[in-house]
């Protein structure tokens, strides 16, 4: 008697590779042809409030939109977002919404207070200024990215919207990465100091957000993963804990993998190429550091 067909290995085989596959497809392109480049759009929103022309007139004065327009060019979308900056009646804010990536006067006012007085870790006022912008808009994209492209992922899309804009900091120049980094760690350092002589509010550890500290070390974490020469003294110097450290070239790996799988596709790579030919900041020239001057990790841990 011949064994019943349906228990025959190879369709057994079949059928669960067929699973596999099923699986690993799961995230179907959108279809190419609604999907083009160049699909950002800005405006430049009067402040309601006087106090915030200076931060618009600043704003406009560096092209800040359309730089940021240019620079996300590449990515692929089926519909268009708008880039704005706009007033919110005293709301510290920035969001992705209704198609537009929005940050608000107020937010600006916030990181210039917040801002060191002077050179800090070897980054000037204006460059530890240029760190939390350029970090707070690639964050509102990684939340459009998300939801426009119905892009996967696990855990609150708070941290995959962190980790896409730290990601993309790190793909800049090394020069250029460390400022930015370093630039937008000091906001968050600031908020942590201030956290850590109170135990949080238990609505903060329910919030969509981490908590300042953890996304601080969640960003240094992948600068560190990413290279850890290049930012050898954020360990050294005790602004991420060896205990986290040690892992963080896994955490950088993993985010690399996230990114290639589920975003790069969306990405039209030629345009990449031109984008990155460009210089992007004005930062004082300044050697990057060198493993022969790699601190030793954890001394003061
Ligand atoms: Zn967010």
Not at 47 to 70: F, G, R, V, W
Not at 145 to 164: K, N, Q
Request: glycine share 4%.
């Amino acid at each position: 008697m011949k064994p019943a067909a349906r228990y025959r290995p190879s369709f057994m085989m079949a059928l669960v590779f067929g699973l596999f596959v099923t699986a690993a497809t799961a995230h179907d392109l959108l279809p190419a042809a609604s999907l083009k480049t160049h699909q950002f759009d800005y405006v430049y929103e009067e402040p309601k409030n006087p106090a915030h022309k200076p931060i618009y007139d600043a704003l406009k004065e560096i092209q800040i939109l359309e730089k940021l327009q240019e620079f996300l060019s590449p990515l692929r979308f089926p519909s268009k977002v708008t880039l704005k900056v706009r007033g919110c009646d005293g709301v510290i804010n920035a969001t992705f919404w209704d198609d537009a990536i929005q940050v608000c006067y107020e937010y600006f006012e916030y990181v210039l207070k917040q801002a060191p007085k002077s050179e800090k870790m070897g980054l000037t006022r204006r460059e530890a200024l240029i760190g939390p912008t350029i970090d707070v808009f690639l964050h509102e994209t990684g939340h459009a990215v998300l939801e426009v492209l119905e892009i996967p992922f696990f855990g609150r899309e708070e941290d995959a919207a962190d980790y896409f804009a730290s990601y993309i900091l790190l793909q800049f120049p090394k020069h250029d990465a460390r400022r930015l980094i370093l630039g937008a760690s000091f906001l968050a350092g600031k908020e942590a100091a201030e956290e850590q002589g109170k135990a949080p509010e238990l609505r903060l550890l329910a919030d969509t957000h981490g908590l300042p500290a953890q996304r601080l070390y969640a960003r240094l974490c992948m600068a560190y993963g990413f290279d850890p020469v290049l930012f050898a003294d954020v360990v050294s110097l005790g602004y991420l804990p060896q205990n986290r450290a040690k892992n963080c070239r896994y955490e950088y790996q993993t985010n690399e993998h996230a990114f290639n799988s589920l975003v790069k596709p969306y990405i039209d790579q030629e345009l990449v190429k031109e984008i990155r030919s460009k210089k992007w900041f004005q930062f004082e020239p300044r050697p990057v550091p060198h493993e022969s001057e790699r601190p030793d990790d954890g001394k003061k841990q």
